[in-house]
């Protein structure tokens, strides 16, 4: 029984390892910046992460709700809309 419980605590420690490796902590100044961006095209900033090298923010615009992806330069490259 003890053998079973420390495979299984083994296996979820190597899982939650995995997954911090995949975290990217954004500089709270870029997200500050992001936010400063959105907002004054009228979005309302919810969330801001990293995805495949893009900052990704949704936001809430007009009772729509959308994904925002901009590159290092804080250029958006493309917008989502999930209805």
Known sequence: MTRIIA??????????AQASDDYIKIDPAKTQQIET???????????????DGLYEAY????GARYEIYLDSNLTVV???IDD
Not at 7 to 16: E, H, K, S
């Open 7 to 16: 495979l299984a605590l083994a296996i979820t420690a190597g899982t939650m």
């Open 37 to 51: 961006l959105l907002t004054e095209q009228g979005y309302d900033v919810r969330k801001i992460e990293m995805d």
């Open 59 to 62: 936001a809430l615009k007009d």
């Open 78 to 80: 493309k917008t989502e």
